[in-house]
């Protein structure tokens, strides 16, 4: 049986609302934290009682798909042929915790690797970015349209500033150069509303070093459908199982930036 995908985002979205309320619930009271891979790699219980909440909603309603999701809380591996979700329950922990704000649900579904479904949620806003392969994108059900290009020096592109000051990140002195032609850099401390902001035209590019299948998985789906690119920093296809370097821009800009700045590793 083929499956009906815009049934299947209207289920997900259902179910991004719910943990929607369930985060903003969590606002009220204290939040236990925890680091992960170094101080500033933060994790709270919200951010796996989210991740638990997509699992037993997927496990119970369609048992036959793989589950992955940045906390680990299933007990299998994903398998990348037939219908895996990609779940990152809180995207902006940083920002949950200190701002109790600008942060993001990204959900994805893919079917043999091709990305079916992305939607991202910025819940205090209330801004839900969605999409369905060949469907169009959409910010609170309204279409977005296809991204008109700018030139380099009149974009404004999200980035980290912390990538320009790490002096073992091979990509300092290329992403100095482009902060230095560009019109200005931003900020949001939310991978999948960075890239969400690019398709809405908010931001005409996003930049990281390292991010993993769940900050993207849902963001490449939206991009394209508004005719935006989603690559790594040479321009290849980004990894579902690995981390890696991520660059989501309109696409004249897409390859100017490759090829001018970070396509060759300095
Ligand atoms: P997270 O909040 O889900 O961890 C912050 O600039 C962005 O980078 C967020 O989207 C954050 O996702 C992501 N990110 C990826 N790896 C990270 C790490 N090791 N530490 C902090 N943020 C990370
Ligand atoms: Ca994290
Ligand atoms: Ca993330
Ligand atoms: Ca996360």
């Known amino acids: 049986m083929s499956m009906n995908w815009s049934e299947l985002e209207k289920v ?19 939040i236990d934290i925890e680091t992960k891979s170094n101080p500033d790699d933060l994790v709270t219980e919200v951010d796996r009682s989210i991740e638990e909440f997509f699992y037993e909603k997927i496990q119970t309603t369609y048992p ?6 940045e906390e680990g809380i299933a007990s299998e591996e994903p398998s990348l042929e037939g219908t895996v979700w990609i779940i990152d ?34 819940v205090m806003r209330d801004e839900l970015f969605h999409a369905v392969r060949g469907d169009g994108a959409y910010l609170n059900n309204v279409e977005l349209p296809p991204v008109k290009e700018r030139p380099l020096h009149e974009s404004v592109i999200g980035l980290n500033a ?19 032609d560009v019109r ?19 931001l005409d590019g996003y930049l990281s070093v390292q991010l993993s299948p769940w900050d993207y998985a849902a963001g ?13 920093f040479q321009g290849d296809p980004l990894s579902l199982t690995e981390p890696g370097t991520l660059f989501a821009s309109k696409p004249i800009l897409h390859k100017e930036i490759i090829s001018v700045y970070i396509g060759e590793e300095y």
């Open 12 to 30: 997900a979205t259902s179910w991004v609302y719910e943990a929607g309320q369930k985060i903003k619930k969590t606002l009220a009271g204290p």
């Open 64 to 69: 036959e798909h793989y589950f992955l999701g």
């Open 89 to 122: 329950p809180i995207d902006g922990t940083m920002n949950f915790i200190h701002q109790k704000q600008n942060f993001a649900i990204s959900v994805a579904v893919y079917h043999n690797k091709v990305g079916m479904i992305g939607i991202i949620y910025d």
């Open 162 to 180: 912390r990538w320009l000051v790490e002096e073992k990140n091979q990509y300092r002195n290329p992403l100095k150069a482009l902060v230095r």
């Open 184 to 202: 200005s850099i931003r900020s949001y401390g939310s991978a999948a509303l960075e890239m969400a902001y690019v398709a809405s035209d908010r």
């Open 220 to 232: 490449i789906v939206i991009l394209n459908e508004v005719g935006c690119v989603a690559s790594n």
